[in-house]
Structure formats: structure tokens, C-alpha cells
């Protein structure tokens, strides 16, 4: 029973020795004050110090944020993440980027993984399996659009043996290679969500998450397994309950995010009470329940103030704003979006959750805009959007949905402040994304941006914007 037990636990992280070769005879310290120095060189903040130095050269964090991956390519001109040591950062959006077990062998999602062995010259063969999967996509991608992309990439989800493995009467324990699966189903929808929305990929998504909690009942084979599967399965009902949330479908998220929280008080895990939290507060603003989202971010913000994210605590600031902004309450809202700034300009930390990888000076930029248009404040809404748009646009460019959303929020806006010619440029540029992202959310946003701008149809631009519009809409 012990060497099961040692079997099942997690290895260590595997030190970063590039990166260490790189900091030469330097302290961390003395190299934490170069990061930074480069960071204002170009722009960036981060609270870099040597104990950051110390756990990416542990091997704790295996791909940084975007933040210091822009410094750390400043620093070391003409070399990829993977010559300064990191994996890909498509082999660990999510809760993926935890450590993994050193070879899995039967759930994962795009196949096996690989064990060490099969390792070639700094590049494993998963990444050329992601390839692979990256060409079916663009493949399925221009003969069926996005709800294909989702069917060619949903497919392969693991979890299927598993769930009728699950389905077998008899126990079935979860071991590291079940959970790698649950974590990688994280990665893999929120990599999907960041490039096309969510109307394709719900329905897909929901069977691995059917799996995860019937792992979770059937039990695990030691303690640490049994934390990252609740982790992980907590974290794949927020995943799933966004999809719902972004696809219009609001019970279904209410419900999904019940359950990630119902898990996070299980398991006594904070990171993902203050998650759960969070989103429940933007689904409360969304669904027109205002209260209950400043409540809610309240709450979230409880859960989180022990986890030592100055980014995360600045997340959940911005969501009681948009909470007091419903409630047409000007002041409240302006204090809290004064503590998410502070927050936020207190720069990264080795500490914030992964899954907060889209929280940048875009994200930043586009929840304030919505505040401000809540609030009826349109050109004051509209500079926000147009900034979220410009850093999106410029700095994480592979989020396409989020591009398009801010753009949508940008064209909402300035019809409202009468520019409509210029609303329905920014309309047309949400029209042209909506080839590749499918989000009722962002079309539903669109389509209240048509509504405002029928009275200057007569104008060109605005013409042209309302019959393209109208014409997708019937397709």
C-alpha cells in the first residue's frame, strides 16, 4: 500500500537549468533587479524579486506570464521561451501548468503523453501532436467553422474512456493519469474559449466534466491525488459554467459554478472559493442581479486575500465595480475601480492563478468601459474600449474572442455617445471576427448596437454595417 501510495504522488518539478545558466555569478537578487530594470525599459511592471528567480529556477513555474515573458525576451534578444528553459505555454494554459506526472499513459487528451525518454533535443513530441491537432483544427476550421474547430478538438477529449469506465458498476480509483486528464480538459476548453467563444465548445465540454465528479466519487489512490483531482474538477466546473455563461446560458452557469464552489468548501481550497466567486459575480452583473454581484465579489474577495495575489485581488475589484455600476451607484464604483488600479499596479507574482493568463491592461481597460456604460457614461466608456481594443490587439493577439468583445463594447459606446458613423466601424470589425469566435454574448451585443443605430441608417457607413448585420443574422 506505501509504494502505492509514493506511486501516485506528483514528482518534483524538474529545475530550470537555463535559466540558472543565464543569472550567471549574479545573486537572485542582483538578477531580480536586472527583470525589473528591463521591464521599465519596455514598459512593463513586475514585482520580480529573488524568490521568483528562486521558483522559476526550481522549476515551479514552468511558463511565465506575458508579462515576463516580454521582459525575459527583451533581456535575451533572439531566444524563444523554450531556450530559456519553459514549456510552451500551450502545454500549460489552466491548471495544466501543474506538475505533471512523469508519464502518463492512458488520459490525455491529444494522446499519450510522453515520457522523458522520447524527448528530443529540448522538444518533446507533444508539441508536435499539438501541431498536428493545430492543423485538423485549421483544416476543419475552413470547411465548417467554428463549431467544427470545437467538434475536431472536443472529440479528442480523454475523458471518454474514463466515463465509461465510470459507468461500470464496480469502484474504479483515479490515479495521476485520470487527473492529468481532468487538468488537461481545463487547458485544452479554456485554450478554445480564447480563440473562437463559447457557443461551440459547450455542449462538448460538459461530458468531461460529467467524468471528473464520477472520478471523484469513485474515490483516488492517495491524498495528493485527491486534492488536485478537486482542484481539478472544481476548476472544470467554472470552465463549463463560463461556456454557459458566455453562450447566453445563464441557469446552466449559476448551476455549474455552485458546483465548483460546493467543491472548493469540500476540499478546503481557497484558490478556487475565490474563483468560483469571481465568475459568480460576473454571471450576477451579466444576468442583471447587481447585488448579488458585489456581494459575491465580496465574498471572493474574502477567499482570496491569504493567497498573496495582488492580481487576482484586482480581478475581483473590478467585478464588485461592475456590481456597483449596476446598481447606479457612482461612488461605490469608483472606489472599487481605485483598488483594482492600485491593485493591479502592484505587478504580477509568481503567485497568481494561471487561469488568470487573460488578465492584462486589455482586461483591465474593457471591465472599466463596462462600468462606465452602466453608468451612462459613454465617451468616458468609449476611450476605455478603444484602449482595451489597442493593448488587446497589440499585445495578445491570439485572444481573438476578447478582441472581439472589446471591439463590440467600443461600437455599443460610441453609437450611444452619437459617433455612429464610427460605432459602425467598429461594428464591421466585430462582424469580420465573428467568422472565427462564436459567442452569443458579444452577437447579442452587436445586435443592441443595431437597434441604437437605426435612426442613422441613412448614413453610408451605417448602412452598410446594419444590412451586413441583418444578413448574417439570417444566415
Do not use: K
Not at 525575459?72 to 531556450?83: C, E, I, Q, S, Y
Not at 492517495?222 to 474538477?233: M, V
Not at 455600476?325 to 464604483?333: E, H, I, K, P, V
Not at 467568422?435 to 448596437?449: C, F, H, N, P
Amino acid at each position: 500500500m506505501a509504494s502505492s501510495s509514493r506511486a501516485s504522488s506528483p514528482p518534483p518539478p524538474r529545475p530550470n537549468l537555463a535559466f540558472r545558466r543565464l543569472r550567471g555569478q549574479r545573486s537572485p537578487g542582483e538578477f531580480a533587479a536586472l527583470v525589473r530594470r528591463a521591464a521599465r525599459e519596455i514598459g512593463e511592471r513586475v514585482s520580480c524579486d529573488a524568490r521568483y528567480v528562486g521558483r522559476v529556477e526550481a522549476g515551479e513555474i514552468r511558463c511565465p506570464n506575458y508579462a515576463y515573458e516580454r521582459v525575459f525576451l527583451h533581456m535575451f534578444p533572439g531566444r524563444t521561451l523554450t531556450d530559456l528553459g519553459f514549456v510552451p505555454r500551450e502545454a500549460v494554459r489552466g491548471r495544466g501548468a501543474r506538475t505533471e506526472p512523469e508519464a502518463p499513459t492512458a488520459y490525455t487528451l491529444g494522446g499519450p503523453a510522453v515520457p522523458d525518454g522520447l524527448r528530443h533535443h529540448g522538444r518533446d513530441t507533444r508539441r508536435n501532436n499539438g501541431d498536428e491537432e493545430s492543423d485538423v483544427r485549421r483544416r476543419a476550421f475552413m470547411t465548417g467553422g467554428t463549431a467544427t474547430v470545437a467538434a475536431a478538438s472536443l472529440t479528442a477529449l480523454p475523458l471518454g474512456g474514463a466515463a465509461e469506465a465510470a459507468a461500470v458498476p464496480g469502484p474504479r480509483t483515479a490515479g495521476d493519469a485520470e487527473v492529468s486528464a481532468v487538468e488537461e480538459a481545463v487547458r485544452r476548453i479554456r485554450l478554445l474559449d480564447d480563440r473562437h467563444g463559447a457557443d461551440g465548445l459547450y455542449r462538448r465540454a460538459a461530458a468531461p466534466l460529467r467524468t471528473a465528479y464520477a472520478l471523484l466519487d469513485a474515490g483516488t489512490s492517495g491524498p495528493g491525488t485527491t486534492d488536485r483531482l478537486y482542484a481539478g474538477a472544481g476548476e472544470l466546473a467554472i470552465s463549463v459554467g463560463w461556456l454557459a455563461h458566455d453562450s447566453g446560458r445563464f441557469d446552466d452557469a449559476r448551476s455549474h459554478y455552485a458546483e465548483a464552489l460546493a467543491t472548493a468548501r469540500m476540499s478546503g481550497d481557497p484558490g478556487l472559493e475565490a474563483h468560483a466567486f469571481c465568475n459568480t459575480a460576473f454571471l450576477a452583473r451579466d444576468a442583471g442581479r447587481p447585488r448579488e454581484a458585489v456581494r459575491a465579489a465580496q465574498a471572493a474577495a474574502r477567499a482570496a486575500r491569504h493567497l498573496g495575489s495582488s492580481r487576482l485581488l484586482s480581478l475581483i475589484a473590478l467585478r464588485e465595480a461592475g456590481g456597483w455600476a449596476g446598481l447606479g451607484d457612482r461612488g461605490g464604483c469608483e472606489r472599487a475601480l481605485a483598488r483594482a488600479h492600485a491593485l493591479f499596479d502592484q505587478g504580477p507574482d509568481g503567485r497568481d492563478p494561471e487561469w488568470m493568463s487573460f488578465y492584462g491592461p486589455a482586461e483591465v481597460a474593457g471591465l472599466e468601459a463596462q462600468c462606465w456604460s452602466a453608468l451612462g457614461h459613454w465617451e468616458r466608456a468609449a476611450r476605455h474600449a478603444h484602449r482595451a481594443v489597442d493593448v488587446a490587439v497589440a499585445r495578445t493577439p491570439q485572444f481573438t474572442r476578447n478582441i472581439a468583445l472589446y471591439t463590440a463594447e467600443l461600437a455599443d459606446d460610441l453609437a450611444r455617445a452619437g459617433r455612429p458613423d464610427e460605432a459602425a466601424a467598429a461594428g464591421q470589425r466585430v462582424l469580420a471576427l465573428l467568422d472565427e469566435v462564436q459567442s452569443s454574448r458579444i452577437q447579442g451585443m452587436l445586435a443592441t448596437t443595431a437597434r441604437v443605430l437605426l435612426p442613422h441608417r441613412r448614413a453610408a457607413g451605417v448602412s452598410a454595417f446594419l444590412e451586413d448585420h441583418a444578413s448574417r443574422a439570417r444566415v
